[in-house]
């Protein structure tokens, strides 16, 4: 099987807040087009810097961050643990946002807001204001203006954790189909081994004090998934395999 092309490269990334707290230790990781990489872990083991890292909110202390070819802020979209919508703006502006830092005009980039909210299944609420939604409805306006520049990678802080279990399975499966539709590489940030499996292609298990990978795990299970998968003896493996590994990095005995 041909490799797929090299997007982004952590090279022994370590991070140090206020001189003493370290948030991150040696950290290496290899981005792919296509990947679907989980960041899993308990609190405190520098899942989140690691993202703010790579969309250079930060800086590293030590090692290296480093895109392939040319790169821009439209190859970057960002989804927050919180929906972090304008609550004076409409459902259609605040998905405009990433177009307007890039100095567009509205009118020069409808088609392409409008297309972003039909794909979230929010076609008719491009009017309605934040207040009128629902926590669900809100996270896919998040997630429709993190894709309607259609980025090359896509970075999803615990996007989902808010939510009721049924909000954040139909979530997931419409994040696949998403995913599927505009072929952007992920990296998404979950306490929740079930839903690393479910999405994930690659899950990195990372341990705290200081954060650090401690283990990487491939799931080998072909996309699209489905609801039958989610009953699978092969997701269930993955479960016992990727919640065996985050014990260990608890310092657990699984």
Not at 15 to 36: H, I, N, P, Q, Y
Not at 105 to 124: H, I, P
Not at 155 to 183: V, W
Request: contains cysteine; glycine residues 8%; aromatic residues 8%.
């Amino acid at each position: 099987m041909e490799e797929r092309e090299e997007i982004l490269r952590m090279e022994n990334v370590g991070k140090t807040f206020d001189g003493s707290v370290v948030a991150l230790e040696g950290m290496s990781l290899v981005v792919r087009s296509g990947d679907f990489i989980s960041l899993l872990g308990p609190s405190g083991c520098g899942k989140s810097t690691a993202l703010r890292l790579i969309s250079d909110l930060i800086h590293p202390t030590s090692g290296r961050i480093t895109w392939s070819g040319s790169h821009d802020v439209g190859d970057l979209g960002v989804v927050f643990q919180e929906a972090t919508l304008m609550p004076w703006a409409t459902v259609a502006e605040n998905v405009f946002l990433p177009f307007r830092l890039r100095g567009k005009r509205f009118g020069d980039v409808a088609d392409e807001v409008q297309d972003a909210l039909d794909m979230v299944g929010l076609g008719s609420f491009a009017s309605a204001y934040p207040r009128e939604l629902s926590g669900g409805m809100k996270m896919r306006v998040s997630i429709a203006r993190a894709m309607v520049t259609r980025p090359r990678l896509i970075l999803m802080d615990e996007p989902f954790a808010a939510l009721d279990e049924i909000t954040r399975f139909k979530l997931n499966n419409d994040l696949l189909r998403l995913r599927d539709r505009i072929g952007c590489t992920v990296i998404f940030v979950t306490h929740s081994v079930f839903e690393s499996v479910f999405l994930s292609d690659r899950i990195v298990v990372m341990a705290a004090r200081p954060g650090r990978v401690v283990r990487e795990l491939n799931v080998e299970e072909p996309y699209p998934r489905a609801e039958d998968f989610r009953t699978s003896s092969e997701y269930a493996g993955y479960t016992r395999e990727a919640s065996g590994a985050l014990h260990e990095a608890m310092g657990e005995v699984a």
